[in-house]
């Protein structure tokens, strides 16, 4: 019990110390002031990117519930966005390669099934994926 409360006292001791410490450069604003990129140029460097625009809620929604009636263990709770986020990715692979094996690959890949659950890391489940991602982020692609 010594070591825990001696080691939680020192990390304790550590995270006051790094809270405490500023950049040094405290007087000057961390981005230029009127440099926020707009909606409209995010959007258009999404477009450039291969990427498409960000999904509307209930279109996330229905990716996720598609992901989960795959197999409910592809994504974990607490992680929807980087779950879209990867939807999104592929979606940029679906406009540069158009080889369905390929496709199905990389779709295993981006979504980790290939190291988290190779039971299940086969064509048929890399193609299920790839048909949730292109009808419901990006169906126009």
Known sequence: MRIRTTAAAAAAGLLLTLTACGSGNDDK???APGKTVSQADHDAARKAAGLPAE???TARYAFLEALDAIDPRISK???DEQYVSR???QCGSIRTAKDEAELSALALER???TSRFPEISNPE???KIQ???HKHLCPDF
């Open 29 to 31: 604003p961390a981005a």
């Open 55 to 57: 999904p509307i809620p």
């Open 77 to 79: 709770p607490g992680t």
């Open 87 to 89: 939807g999104l990715n």
């Open 111 to 113: 979504f980790t099934i």
């Open 125 to 127: 489940t890399g193609k």
């Open 131 to 133: 048909d949730a991602v």
